[in-house]
């Protein structure tokens, strides 16, 4: 029988929202610990270079709080590489980075980039923090995964979630990946772009033990939590106008 599926959960999406007001609400960390009583399997938060969403005190509160491991996804830089160290973090998940992108736009070129990530990787390791590779599902850049002695991949299902054409083109080469991954001894993990839909094709993927997803689930929490959010806001209303706080003291 197959293993079950990780799911880790994505919360950039919360600080982005708690960024827009340049305030603390609504608080990652909040979201990070309703994941986790959810039964999520992990918290990925990525740290970019911009601090465009997740902060550095986000982290440390993630670190602080959380039961279940933080996956912490951040380019490969030294700035990132101190940041991972010190915050004492067991789990990264290296990620391409431009600072004009809307969003990871595919996976990291492993093969251009060997000596730099390699150097990273090891710097890592010797803090016994386990290293994941964010790249796009093709068979050459997960053999210098393998040589890079990674100890998992994460294979990027963007092109798979949007391309309407070539779906079944995109998902057999998803297959193809996580098979060679496996056959490698790497770990294979998924994620981006991922939709209800899109994950019950890449849910049979029996290599693949771990999904990552993020922005989707954060989008349906609107519709399937704005009722309660609206019902409990209503309440608050209609029994604080027979009262005030304020009125009295004054
Ligand atoms: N995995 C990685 C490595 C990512 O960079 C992202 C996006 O930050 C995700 C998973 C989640 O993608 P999405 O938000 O589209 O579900």
Redesign the pocket.
């Known amino acids: 029988m197959a293993s079950k599926l990780k799911l880790g959960i994505?919360i950039?999406?919360v600080a982005t929202i708690r960024n827009a007001r340049g305030g603390l609400h609504p608080d990652p960390i909040k979201a990070a610990l309703i994941a986790q009583s959810a039964g999520a399997d992990n918290i990925?938060a990525?740290l970019r270079e911009d601090r465009r969403h997740i902060s550095d005190i986000d982290i440390k509160k993630l670190v602080r709080k959380l039961r279940i491991p933080l996956n912490l996804?951040m380019a490969p830089t030294k700035e990132m590489l101190k940041i991972a160290i010190n915050s004492k973090v067991k789990r990264v998940?290296l990620?391409p980075e431009k600072r004009k992108e809307i969003?990871?736009e595919g996976g990291l070129n492993v093969i251009r980039n060997k000596k730099k990530i390699s150097l990273i990787i090891t710097k890592l390791q010797n803090y016994n923090i386990k290293v994941s590779l964010?790249i796009d599902p093709c068979l050459k850049q997960i053999g210098v995964c393998k040589e890079l002695k990674a100890s998992s991949v994460?294979l990027?299902t963007?092109e798979f979630c949007d391309n309407k054409k070539n779906k079944k083109k995109e998902f057999i080469q998803i297959k193809k990946s996580a098979n060679f991954a496996k056959n490698n001894k790497l770990e294979c993990h998924a994620?981006?772009?991922?939709k209800y839909n899109d994950v019950k094709e890449i849910a049979k993927i029996n290599e693949i033990t771990e999904l990552?997803?993020?922005?989707?689930?954060i989008g349906e929490s609107i519709f399937d939590g704005l009722k309660q959010s609206i019902l409990k806001m209503r309440k608050i209303i209609d029994s604080s106008r027979k009262k005030s706080f304020y009125l009295k003291s004054a």
Request: proline letters at 0%; one cysteine or more; a negative charge.
């Open positions: 994505n950039d999406h990925t990525h996804e998940c990620v969003t990871t964010f994460e990027h963007g994620g981006h772009g991922l990552n997803i993020g922005h989707f689930i």
